[in-house]
């Protein structure tokens, strides 16, 4: 379960009523607290979990979807998001982050193909690019590593 795996005391998600509003809540034995009331990266990595989970055979487009993430949740987003590409949904995602590209390359595993970098830049003016498909992406990731430092 997603929630668990951001909190390991989480044994439920249930939606419970404040009045007649619903409420999201992450449930442990002896209680439960809203989904909003976690820290920022939990309640990130939980949206987007939560919303590829929902889409799929659709398109996600995400963009730096590790901001505020621990390193935990880094992880976590990765996977959510190689098991939506692996179920159907093409993810489209940007990132300044070598870190969260090694999380993609690491839960990609031998599944290389699923894996698409493009790489953008400004010559003199003009708008360049260059694409790398599935193994290029590990060595893409090395070249690219001085651009976003």
């Known amino acids: ?6 909190d390991p005391a989480v044994d439920r998600v249930e939606v419970l009523t404040d009045g007649d509003v619903p409420v999201l809540h992450f449930g442990w034995p002896g209680g439960s607290l809203p989904v909003a009331y976690q820290g920022e ?3 990130a ?6 919303s590829l989970t929902a889409l799929s055979g659709g ?12 390193p ?4 976590l987003v990765a996977k ?17 982050s070598l870190e969260f590209i090694d999380r993609l390359v690491d839960e990609v595993g031998d599944d290389a193909e699923l894996l698409t970098l493009f790489t953008v830049w ?25 651009d976003l430092r």
């Not at 935990?72 to 992880?75: E, G, I, N, S």
């Open 1 to 6: 379960m997603l929630a668990a795996s951001l």
């Open 122 to 146: 400004l010559n003199d003016g003009r708008l360049m690019s260059a694409r790398h498909d599935g193994d290029e992406v590990r060595f893409a990731r090395g070249e690219i590593a001085e």
């Open 80 to 96: 959510a998001i190689i098991n939506a590409v692996r179920s159907g949904t093409q993810v489209v995602l940007t990132t300044h």
């Open 45 to 50: 990595a939980f949206r987007i979990g939560l």
């Open 59 to 70: 398109v996600a487009l995400l963009e730096e979807p590790e901001a505020h993430l621990h």
């Open 72 to 75: 935990a949740a880094m992880v």
């Open 41 to 43: 990266g939990v309640h």
